[in-house]
Structure formats: C-alpha cells, structure tokens
C-alpha cells in the first residue's frame, strides 16, 4: 500500500483545488491529519451504503483487494464486487475518485473511464494512482455547439 505521506500529499493537492469538506475512505483508515469530515468503509460494504450524500472526494484501495485475492483464488467474485464498488463510487457517491491498484487493474480501471496519475514503485510491487473526475471526464468537442447544428437564421437561405 502507498505511504500514508503519499496519500496525505496528495490530499493536500486535492485540497488546493477544491476544498474537500466530505469524503469517504474504502479500505483505508482515515489519518487525523486528512481535512474534512471522513467516513471508512469497506469494499464489500459498498453494495449495502445506503444513498444519503454525496462526497467531495473517495478514496478507494484496492491493493488489499489483491492480498485477499492471492489468498483465497476467488478472482472472478472478486472482480464482480470491486466492478459494483467503484462503479457505485463513480456513479452515485463521489464527484472525484483516487484508486490505488496494482498493475493487472489498468485494463479494468480505463475501461471505466479512470485516468492514470502516476506510478509509485515500492520494493515488493508497483502501485498505480488513478482518479476519475466528473468535471475533466469528457471534454466537450469543439463541433458540439450551435453554429454546427441547424441555425434558424439560415432555414430560409440553405437548403439541406
């Protein structure tokens, strides 16, 4: 798991940005030096947190998630629950999202509309750091406004 400086660093950037007021740690203990109001949970209670707000910021670990999976061999139920979490996270519960995984996660957490903010390589394993924000997810493409959809102002000069 990455240093808690690393996290803490990376709170404190987060903060800068926007102030994180709420927030909600899944498989990570909240430090007393983290901002905000936090709530823990864990990956597997996820599906049953009930809808009652919506945080500034999650922080999910799913490197734990990988240790309980090297254990037990259960990969494809495992796979399924963190799919539930971290789409539930994304969708309902967060506005921004900071993932920590292990490099086999890349394919699943891009698919998922993740982007890549960087690599820490510890001595045991690689852990990637990836976030998902609602506001930079898609960029709005330069032809989507009006002067490329039917002006009104040219119905009677143009025709189609």
Known sequence: ???QDIIAL???LLAEEKQID???AIDIQPQSN???QWQYCSLNDVASLPFDQRYDLAIVNLIKQQAFEKKHEKLEITNTIIDNAVVRMRDLFAKKIIVFASLERTKQLRALGFN???EIVPDDSPVQIWQF???TYKHVPDWFNSKFWANPENWD???W
């Open 10 to 12: 990376l709170l404190q």
């Open 133 to 135: 924000n609602i506001l």
């Open 34 to 36: 983290w901002d905000g």
């Open 22 to 24: 709420q927030a909600i």
């Open 116 to 118: 890549q903010l960087s």
């Open 1 to 3: 798991m990455p240093d």
């Open 157 to 159: 000069k143009f025709r």
